[in-house]
């Protein structure tokens, strides 16, 4: 059975950092691109940081692009996402998806459509 599940979330405090990681069952993550997401209450999903089967290519949305870093562990089957300075503007249920090649869409890749697996969610809440 083919199963994302995330974990790491919680609540900090504004400056803050948090790790989430992406683990993956049911098959092998090295043959696939994942993006993490995020969805805040009254907005759409949005892309927040992609990264390909080997992790030699990432990418990352602007508004995140100096304060997170993806980064992966093939042997574990897993994905993370580190977020450093966390302002309240971050606060979001965080998924991760699996995209369904080696590389994820050039300029697409923020954008929910094509992804064929995704988790529960974490959520992420920043507040003082």
């Known amino acids: 059975q083919l199963q994302f599940v995330e974990s790491g979330g919680g609540l900090v405090q504004p400056g803050g950092s948090l790790r989430l990681s992406c683990a993956a069952s049911?098959?092998?993550?090295?043959?696939?691109?994942v993006t993490w997401f995020r969805q805040a209450p009254g907005k759409e999903r949005e892309g927040v940081s992609t990264?390909?089967?080997?992790?030699?290519?990432?990418n990352a949305a602007n508004s995140v692009k100096d304060r997170f870093t993806i980064s992966r562990d093939n042997a574990k089957n897993t994905v993370y996402l580190h977020m450093n300075n966390l302002k309240p503007e971050d606060t979001a249920v965080y998924y991760c998806?699996?995209?369904?090649?080696?590389?994820?869409?050039?300029?697409?890749?923020?954008?929910?459509?094509?992804?064929?697996?995704w988790g529960q969610g974490t959520q992420v809440t920043v507040s003082s």
């Open positions: 998806a699996r995209y369904p090649h080696f590389e994820p869409p050039v300029r697409a890749w923020g954008t929910p459509t094509g992804y064929d697996s």
């Open positions: 049911g098959f092998t993550l090295n043959n696939y691109a």
């Open positions: 990264i390909n089967w080997n992790g030699g290519l990432t």
